[in-house]
Nanobody, 126 residues
Framework: FTLVESGGGLVQPGGSLRLSCAAS????????IGWFRQAPGKEREAVSC???????????WYADSVKGRFTISRDKFKNAAYLQMNELKPEDTAIYYC?????????????????WGQGTQVTVAS
């Protein structure tokens, strides 16, 4: 399993970014896939997850801190997932990691998902 993130960068408060996660070595829509973030000096935080398309029905989950601003999606033909981030705030600054596991329950479990990307930096500053 390989997950590769892209799309991070520097953006002003109120701006938007779209993160991408390219999956290889597995059929991503048969797994949950989504995002975590970690800011300097803070613990890792689950951000969003889109469930597998079978028993997970492709349902989505968002942390309260991003609900209404971030949208997760997937493209099964490209074997990829995306995180559209709007109305960005300085507190969204972090390294964002793509992750995958059989379903989204690991997003709120202590150990988290089994598969991780290397991360992409998102900085929100004026």
């Amino acid at each position: 399993f390989t997950l590769v993130e892209s799309g991070g960068g520097l953006v002003q408060p109120g701006g938007s970014l779209r993160l991408s996660c390219a999956a290889s070595g597995f059929t991503s829509d048969l797994y949950a896939i989504g995002w975590f973030r970690q800011a300097p000096g803070k613990e890792r935080e689950a951000v969003s997850c889109i469930n597998n398309v079978s028993d997970g029905d492709g349902s989505t989950w968002y942390a309260d801190s991003v609900k209404g601003r971030f949208t997760i999606s997937r493209d099964k033909f490209k074997n990829a997932a995306y995180l559209q981030m709007n109305e960005l705030k300085p507190e969204d600054t972090a390294i964002y990691y793509c992750a995958s596991d059989p379903d989204c329950t690991s997003w709120y479990a202590p150990l988290g998902p089994d598969y991780w990307g290397q991360g992409t930096q998102v900085t929100v500053a004026s």
